[in-house]
């Protein structure tokens, strides 16, 4: 097994990310993360993986400041979460956005809302806040689509879209919660790619997702979770058949 490593003993040389220590977090008599430790490196791809009901989405939501871990502690950029939110410094994409699609807005509208904690009295976007909007989505490839109803969108351009409103935020870490679940084939190639500039750009990128197979092709690094971290280092060190049968509740045969 790989053990969670420390910043120091990264070779990114960016310093930490993310970083979580001893965090535990139930609910009710449900046990969702037992003594979670581990540091993201600043600057890289990290995927998690784990079965439905290993505690991805409830790190996610501890990372965020939007569940309180029973102990433990956490950072993002070297602040608190709440404090990294706070500044801006934090984007997420969720795995289901709490959308009503029958409500008339426009996707460029989506898209601004990632501009909200820069926006100042009055909250009216400046020409800044629209540029920022229109590269985003020049970025996603739905620029023609500005002014079109977000709920007439595909679910794979939909969720460029939300990719785009972490953009147009110009957060230094984003979060996103299986990003390719139900996406079409060229919405998924393109936020791969995005992802892999935003990395080349020096923000700090961790994506859950239950794609094993391009794991090793997106990702710098891998944290293998279930409640806690099973093993955490480049995917051609953790995704071995002894972790994965680990991770997803297999029996495994000892040679």
């Known amino acids: ?7 120091d ?10 970083s979580a220590r001893g965090v535990r977090v139930t609910y009710g008599d449900t046990l969702a993360l037992d003594d979670v430790t581990v540091d993201i490196d600043a600057g890289t791809i990290c995927g998690l993986l784990g079965m439905n009901g290993s505690g991805k989405s409830t790190l996610f939501k501890s990372l965020m400041g ?3 871990p029973d102990r433990g502690t956490i950072s993002l950029l070297g602040r608190r979460s709440k404090q990294a939110r706070k500044d801006g410094l934090v984007a997420y994409v969720p795995q289901a956005e709490a959308v009503d699609w029958a409500f008339p807005v426009a ?5 601004m809302m990632g501009r909200y904690g820069r926006l100042r009295g009055g909250r009216r976007p400046r020409a800044v806040d629209r540029s920022a909007v229109r590269a985003a989505l020049d970025r996603v490839g739905l620029a023609e689509l500005h002014a079109n109803p977000i709920g007439a969108l595909s679910g794979g351009q939909r969720k460029r879209a939300f990719v785009a409103r972490g953009l147009a935020q110009e957060a230094e870490l984003v979060f996103l919660d299986e990003p390719f679940a139900g996406v079409d084939t060229r919405s998924e190639s393109m936020i791969r790619g995005l992802l892999r500039e935003l990395r080349d750009e020096g923000r700090t990128v961790v994506v859950s997702t239950h794609d094993l197979a391009g794991v090793g092709d997106l990702c710098d690094e891998a944290v293998l979770l279930q409640q806690r971290v099973v093993a955490h280092g480049r995917p051609d060190e953790v995704l071995t058949p002894d972790t994965l049968a680990k991770t997803f509740g297999l029996e495994t045969t000892e040679p």
Do not use: C, K, Q
């Open 9 to 18: 003993e990264s070779g990114s040389g960016h310093g930490t990310g993310v």
């Open 66 to 68: 939007l569940v309180t």
């Open 1 to 7: 097994m790989t053990l969670p490593r420390t910043s």
């Open 107 to 111: 996707v460029a509208d989506v898209v």
